[in-house]
């Protein structure tokens, strides 16, 4: 899970797909800058996960890495801002293809962003779970069912 920060929509929605899977998958998050790098969670992103019963206040920030291609299959990012910083990374058609608009798991095709709430008030924060939560049982779904 990639945003810019990794403190406010990328560790939300590393604990809500973390919840909805086995210990089996790695599940981690990262922001493309590095200005929150061993930061907690935004602690309006800790409110929102403690308000559906999960608890991110132990995660920390770190900077996405070029091994994160070989370290995970998947990399869902937020936004376009996102998807280009991840892209400008890689390495291969590999690489590319690993880099997913998180929303497409929900709006295939569509390229929909998980807005940025950090300036943003409380609603905001409702707003990215809401969204999160639905593109995360998606992938979990397609996880344990699907074998590709
Ligand atoms: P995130 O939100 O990318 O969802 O973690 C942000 C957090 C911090 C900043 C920007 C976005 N910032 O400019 O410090």
């Given at each position: 899970?990639?945003?810019l920060g990794n403190i406010c929509r990328s560790p939300l929605a590393e604990g809500i797909l973390k919840s909805k899977l086995?210990?089996?998958f790695i599940i981690d998050s990262a922001g493309t800058a590095n200005y929150?790098?061993?930061s907690s969670p935004d602690k309006r992103s800790i409110a929102i996960a403690k308000k559906y019963g999960l608890d991110i206040s132990n995660l920390k920030g770190r900077q996405f890495v070029i091994s994160d291609f070989d370290s995970f299959d998947f990399i869902y990012v937020m936004d376009e801002s996102n998807y280009q910083n991840v892209i400008k990374l890689g390495r291969?058609?590999?690489?590319?293809?690993k880099v997913k608009y998180i929303l497409n798991e929900v709006y295939p095709g569509k390229n929909f962003?998980?807005?940025d709430p950090y300036y943003g008030g409380d609603q905001g924060f409702e707003n990215i779970?809401?969204?999160l939560?639905?593109?995360?049982?998606?992938i979990a779904n397609n996880l344990l069912h699907n074998n590709d």
């Open positions: 899970m990639v945003c086995s210990n089996d929150h790098k061993g291969s058609k590999e690489d590319f293809d962003e998980v807005p779970y809401q969204m939560n639905e593109a995360c049982e998606n």
